[in-house]
């Protein structure tokens, strides 16, 4: 979603808009719905922009719904993402800066754009992958397959022995963190 500047008043600005999922898709590899993470419908974003000369605060509402595949029983299922960021909108600045510059906090809220036009879509789009669990998981107690027969042990108990422990590691069975 694009923005003009001038039409940013200083008291603020109320929005609500619909992101393409495909873009997200795309940046993750494709279209393909046999990937374990496929956003299913638009992303849901509400915005509140204010204005202070050519700064920019946008605070931002998204909801995402993504099909994923369970890391432990590799069953499908849904899982809606919500990120609430805030974010400084500045001018791109014409210096290029030093090789290495340490960022302060200020820096990692900050965001720049070109001209007299704000496009949010790209900020819009990394919000939400960041949102994304490093380990997407159908629910806290799920128990996964068996390592031995491969049956998903949420649904069923497997008859497998018990596995014998490596000699080499014997000593931690035991071992407990307090």
Do not use: W
Not at 104 to 111: I, K, Q, V
Not at 127 to 141: A, F, H, I, N, S
């Amino acid at each position: 979603m694009k923005f003009q500047l001038e039409d940013i008043p200083p008291e603020g600005r109320e929005e609500s808009f619909t992101e393409d999922e495909s873009l997200l898709n795309n940046r993750l590899g494709g279209e393909t719905t046999n990937t374990a993470l496929h956003f299913s419908d638009p992303i849901q974003v509400r915005v509140e922009l204010f204005r202070s000369g050519r700064v920019v605060l946008a605070t931002s509402r998204i909801e995402a719904r993504v099909n994923c595949i369970c890391a432990r029983c590799l069953e499908p299922f849904a899982l809606t993402l919500t990120s609430q960021f805030q974010v400084s909108l500045k001018p791109k600045p014409d210096f290029t800066p030093p090789e290495e510059v340490e960022l302060s906090r200020e820096d990692l809220e900050t965001d720049f754009y070109e001209g007299e036009e704000i496009n949010l879509s790209p900020l819009v789009q990394d919000q939400v992958l960041l949102t994304v669990p490093p380990k997407l998981v159908c629910r806290e107690d799920c128990r996964g397959l068996c390592q031995g027969c491969g049956r998903n042990l949420n649904r069923e108990t497997c008859q497998c022995p018990e596995r014998k422990v490596d000699p080499r590691l014997e000593a931690l069975r035991n071992f407990r963190v307090h």
